[in-house]
Nanobody, 121 residues
Framework: QVQLVESGGGLVQAGGSLRLSCAAS????????MGWFRQAPGKEREFVAS????????YYAESVKGRFTISRQNAKNTMYLQMNSLKPEDTAVYYC??????????????WGQGTQVTVSS
């Protein structure tokens, strides 16, 4: 039973910050690449950021570079997304994902249920 549970979403003003968490269970966490995707209503899900299984490599969508930071604490089986300088266009449901994420692929094996992030003007 693999479970990915996101938390930390909410409503924030433009320019503000949020920190998302993804708690994983049912898998050997340190053996999986991890990442974040987001999806706005009526639009396709898009890649946001990913991190290698060891935490030594990170990748970001151009739209969030310099504002978002992905990290993981393998001892806690938890991944994070620190989001700073938030913009209204960041509004979306953010999904935690596990596996299949690297510099050359963005095809997760497992998904979380999502957490809503809303950025007001």
């Amino acid at each position: 039973q693999v479970q990915l549970v996101e938390s930390g979403g909410g409503l924030v003003q433009a320019g503000g910050s949020l920190r998302l968490s993804c708690a994983a269970s049912g898998l050997t966490f340190s053996s999986y690449s991890m990442g974040w995707f987001r999806q706005a209503p009526g639009k396709e899900r898009e890649f946001v950021a990913s991190i290698s299984f060891s935490g030594t490599s990170t990748y970001y969508a151009e739209s969030v570079k310099g504002r978002f930071t992905i990290s993981r604490q393998n001892a806690k089986n938890t991944m994070y997304l620190q989001m700073n300088s938030l913009k209204p266009e960041d509004t979306a449901v953010y999904y935690c994902a596990a596996g299949g994420l690297s510099s050359t692929q963005q095809n997760p094996v497992y998904w979380g249920q999502g957490t809503q992030v809303t950025v007001s003007s």
